[in-house]
C-alpha cells in the first residue's frame, strides 16, 4: 500500500492551505470509516461542482479554486486521503461529450473533445479497493437538476450526469461504490498510483489554443451556467 500514500507534485498534501484543512477538522483522529465520510462529504459538497482552469493542477490550487470537477475534485480528494493514511489510486476513463450536454453549450460545448477524460478515486477500506465517483457534483445542484426533471423515471444522461436512475443515484458513502457519471464511460484506460502518472503518459482533455480559450472565456461561461442551474434560474 506504500505507493497509495506517496505525495505527488498533484496530491501535494504537505502543502500549508492542506495541511492546516485536515489540522483543523481532526480527521486524522477518526475512525477509518468516519474519517473516509468526513473528506468525502468534504469534497463532494464544500468544493462545489466547476471547471478549473485544466485537469492536471495541483491539489492545493483546487482547494483555493474552493471548486471542481471529475479529475480535478477527485485529485483534492486523493490528496486529503493519503494526508490522512488512507490509500487510494486513480482509475482513467473517457466519458461520452453528451453527458456535458446542458451543464456546458455554445462555444464550450464545441470546443470540448468528443470523448472526455474522466476518472473516479479507488479507495482501499476493508481488504478492497472501492471505487468513488458520486462525489463529483455538489448536492445543491445535484438537487436542482433532479427537480427541473421531477418527471423523469429511471436513466437519465445530461448536465453532467450519467445515472441509471436520476432521483435516487448513489452517491453517498456507504463502505460501498458510489457513482454518478459512470453510465457515460465509452473508455477505460485502467488504473494509475497517482494522476500524475495518467497525465504523464497520456494527457489532459486540452492543449494548445483549445486550452487557452477554454481557461480565460469558455469555462467562465460555463462556471456561470453552473452556478444558475445550482440556485435553479433554469
Not at 43 to 66: C, T
Not at 120 to 149: A, M, T
Request: charged share 20%; hydrophobic share 40%; proline share 4%.
Amino acid at each position: 500500500m506504500e505507493q497509495y500514500l506517496k505525495e505527488t507534485p498533484l496530491l501535494d498534501f504537505s502543502h500549508p492551505s492542506l495541511v492546516e484543512l485536515v489540522r483543523s477538522r481532526g480527521w486524522i483522529n477518526l475512525p477509518e470509516y468516519e474519517r473516509i465520510a468526513q473528506i468525502y462529504n468534504f469534497v463532494q459538497n464544500e468544493i462545489m461542482f466547476g471547471y478549473n482552469q485544466a485537469d492536471d493542477i495541483p491539489a492545493s490550487l483546487i482547494y483555493s479554486d474552493r471548486y471542481g470537477q471529475c479529475n480535478t475534485k477527485g485529485t483534492l480528494f486523493m490528496a486529503l486521503l493519503r494526508k490522512c493514511g488512507i490509500p487510494c489510486r486513480f482509475h482513467a476513463f473517457t466519458i461520452t461529450k453528451n453527458l456535458q450536454k446542458g451543464a456546458i453549450s455554445g462555444l464550450a460545448y464545441s470546443l470540448a473533445p468528443r470523448n472526455i477524460i474522466h476518472s473516479w478515486v479507488e479507495v482501499w477500506f476493508e481488504n478492497k479497493w472501492v471505487n468513488l465517483e458520486g462525489f463529483i457534483l455538489d448536492k445543491l445542484y445535484l438537487e436542482s437538476v433532479q427537480k427541473h426533471f421531477s418527471n423523469t423515471e429511471g436513466a437519465f444522461c445530461g448536465y453532467a450526469i450519467a445515472t441509471p436512475n436520476l432521483k435516487n443515484p448513489p452517491i453517498n458513502w456507504t463502505g460501498a461504490d458510489t457513482y454518478i457519471q459512470k453510465e457515460g464511460i465509452n473508455h477505460d484506460y485502467g488504473v494509475f498510483d497517482s494522476p500524475d502518472d495518467f497525465y504523464k503518459k497520456y494527457s489532459a482533455n486540452l492543449s494548445g489554443v483549445k486550452r487557452f480559450l477554454f481557461k480565460h472565456i469558455a469555462r467562465k461561461w460555463m462556471n456561470n451556467k453552473v452556478a444558475k442551474i445550482r440556485c435553479g434560474k433554469w
